[in-house]
């Protein structure tokens, strides 16, 4: 092939590449650490009614939409929106948010190296306060479990403590003849992510950003030298990467799983985490959490969805795979709630307290809360690096499909330029190179500051759950519910044959929801979300009045340019206002031949407009 020929855009070349993909990209840390704390947070088992609400209102429909959108125009997030060109901002929007999604995410890999390569030394470095960063208040975990994983009866000026022991010891020790509240004193655990990991306390804020923490750079750069090697020859590295990196964690889930039950008072842990309290469903932000939870972990309004349905041959059934992907994620999200508070029924137990003390939210639970539980087991080392492992392959995973997404998006919108030679990879390592270099901010001794930003900002539920709306919106109400089910018909031909009634309730079920009710149910918690709006704070840090601009900023620029690019698709077309409603309007379908495969995807069927 000369390198002026265009490099053909390629398909998945196995039956399992898809499906896995979509496991491995949205199946991520989501599952493991923010499901299960949002169903303690909201009413333990209750909170699956309105997730599984939420699921069928708005997460299966948009995600069928997104993957059948991108098989049947075979092009990525942005120039899939060729069906309704006023609306290409939709999919602009949807790469803006995966870019700075991508930016940030890969930090979480790079914690989690670091936590890992640490968990092979002969004694973890967070199960004590014997290091040198360790300051006087360091909260020895001797103190509360003993040297034996058992709380222990102490002496204080010759007085036992002993009556009611498990309390006694979680409230006060004796340290030099007297008395103190443990509550003086920071766990060891805490101090290990905060002033090893991070190293936060060399800086005082984002006006502070101090020096570079090395080690936490260097793994960054590893995670990401990992994510290029395996995106850079596109579906065809990627695809065969996810039969590794999709089912593995599931074994290791589950080789966790066994051992927490077995851990005392794990079933109180469970307990915990199923026992609905029903009164709870009258709470809006019980309902906001669940759609949120929906959003992040199906990964909609990403455009990462329409990439990997792209690589799909024409009358592929990706219905079928989107089905069996649900089932995976919300079935993965419950069961990493049964590993999680068995765990934490077991350091609840240890430390005689409740477990709603010990449960946290966000990456605590993966960085705090389950290392602390690990170093109390028998050979914490072992137990360690496979939560570790697992949590790293989750990640390069969701990883590695967002930054596939978006260069197969650019790739797509200028094929001319990137699909001759190795210009494609050429460009792939350069994104990486990039988005190391803004990573690299957030491994400053203050980029946890700049870390809360992105992840509260950049790729927030508000922004998701706007372009969602918007996406369910024009396909519905511009291109045609009925219609894009026709198109699905002519992919699928399941209206045909013994599947014909089923597939004609469904169609019922897709128009009702594309139509009506997800735009609403997107919106009316879009509003909500805004009226309990809050600014963000860090273990009571508040930002400076230009962090917070920072934050909107990052939130705004994807918003905002859903309705900017359909007000500059309509003043560039030509003619007069009815010509420029019909140009933004009228699809550009890619030419096919009669086996459904796009014949020259660079020309479309013409319209009269210049965007």
């Known amino acids: 092939m000369g390198s002026s020929e265009l490099k053909e855009r390629g398909h998945w070349s196995g039956r399992l590449d898809f499906v896995l993909s979509l496991i491995g990209f949205s199946v991520g840390l989501g599952n493991i650490w923010r499901f299960p704390y949002l169903c303690y947070k909201n009413g333990g088992g209750a909170f699956l009614i309105p997730y599984f609400i939420c699921l069928g209102v708005a997460g299966i429909p948009l995600l069928i939409l997104e993957l059948g959108l991108g098989q049947f125009m075979s092009q990525g997030g942005i120039t899939c929106w060729n069906v309704i060109p006023g609306w290409k901002g939709i999919g602009i929007a949807s790469i803006v948010i995966v870019n700075w999604?991508?930016?940030?995410?890969?930090?979480?890999?790079?914690?989690?190296?670091?936590?890992?390569?640490?968990?092979?030394?002969k004694r973890l470095p967070w199960s004590h306060c014997?290091?040198?960063?360790?300051?006087?208040?360091?909260?020895?975990?001797?103190?509360?479990?003993?040297?034996?994983?058992?709380?222990?009866?102490?002496?204080?000026?010759?007085?036992?403590?002993?009556?009611?022991?498990?309390?006694?010891?979680?409230?006060?020790?004796c340290l030099n003849g007297t008395l103190r509240n443990l509550s003086d004193f920071t766990p060891a655990v805490e101090e290990f992510w905060e002033r090893k990991i991070l190293q936060q306390h060399l800086s005082t804020g984002i006006d502070d950003m101090g020096g570079l923490n090395w080690e936490l750079m260097i793994s960054l750069i590893v995670a990401w030298i990992v994510i290029y090697f395996i995106i850079c020859k596109g579906v065809k590295s990627s695809g065969k990467v996810v039969y590794f990196t999709a089912p593995f964690p599931y074994i290791l889930l589950t080789i966790l799983l066994v051992r927490a039950l077995t851990l005392e008072n794990a079933f109180e842990g469970l307990n915990f985490y199923l026992n609905p309290e029903l009164s709870r469903l009258s709470d809006g932000q019980v309902w906001l959490d669940a759609a949120t939870q929906i959003f992040f972990s199906y990964s909609i309004g990403l455009g990462t969805m329409m990439a990997l349905g792209s690589y799909n041959k024409y009358n592929h059934n990706f219905f079928r795979d989107g089905m069996v992907f649900v089932l995976f994620n919300s079935g993965t999200s419950i069961y990493a709630g049964f590993v999680i508070f068995s765990v934490l029924g077991f350091m609840a137990g240890q430390q005689g307290v409740e477990v709603g003390e010990v449960a946290k939210g966000g990456p605590g639970l993966a960085f705090i809360a389950y290392p602390e539980?690990?170093?109390?087991?028998?050979?914490?080392?072992?137990?360690?690096?496979?939560?570790?492992?697992?949590?790293?392959?989750?990640?390069?995973?969701?990883e590695f499909v967002g930054v596939e997404g978006f260069v197969t998006a650019v790739v797509d919108t200028w094929p001319q330029i990137f699909r001759k030679g190795y210009r494609r990879e050429m460009f792939a390592a350069f994104y990486c190179f990039i988005s190391c270099c803004v990573g690299i901010t957030m491994t400053l001794h203050g980029g946890i500051y700049i870390f809360q930003l992105f992840d509260n900002y950049s790729a927030s539920g508000s922004a998701l759950l706007w372009i969602s709306a918007f996406e369910s919106f024009a396909i519905a109400w511009f291109y045609g519910g009925n219609r894009f089910l026709g198109d699905f018909n002519?992919?699928?031909?399941?209206?045909?044959?013994?599947?014909?009634?089923?597939?004609?309730?469904?169609?019922?079920?897709?128009?009702?929801?594309?139509?009506?009710?997800?735009?609403?149910?997107?919106?009316?918690?879009?509003?909500?979300?805004?009226?309990?709006?809050?600014?963000?704070?860090?273990?009571?840090?508040?930002?400076?009045?230009?962090?917070?601009v920072i934050g909107w900023i990052l939130a705004l620029s994807s918003m905002v340019t859903v309705l900017l690019y359909f007000l500059y698709a309509f003043m560039a077309a030509e003619g007069n206002l009815s010509d420029r409603w019909r140009a933004v309007i009228t699809p550009r379908l890619p030419n096919r031949d009669t086996e459904g495969e796009v014949l020259e995807d660079m020309e479309m069927d013409k319209i009269n407009v210049h965007i």
């Open 101 to 121: 999604l991508n930016y940030y995410y890969n930090v979480i890999l790079a914690w989690d190296i670091y936590y890992m390569g640490l968990s092979f030394q």
């Open 373 to 398: 539980a690990v170093a109390q087991m028998p050979i914490p080392q072992l137990w360690a690096v496979l939560f570790f492992f697992m949590v790293l392959l989750l990640g390069i995973d969701s």
């Open 130 to 173: 014997d290091n040198d960063f360790n300051t006087p208040d360091c909260l020895d975990p001797k103190w509360i479990y003993g040297n034996n994983g058992t709380t222990q009866p102490f002496l204080c000026n010759g007085i036992e403590e002993s009556e009611n022991t498990t309390t006694k010891m979680l409230k006060q020790v």
């Open 490 to 548: 002519e992919m699928l031909q399941f209206r045909e044959g013994c599947c014909g009634p089923v597939w004609r309730l469904i169609e019922f079920y897709f128009q009702a929801c594309w139509y009506l009710l997800t735009p609403l149910f997107c919106l009316a918690v879009f509003i909500f979300s805004f009226i309990g709006y809050e600014n963000v704070t860090y273990q009571g840090y508040v930002y400076p009045w230009w962090g917070y």
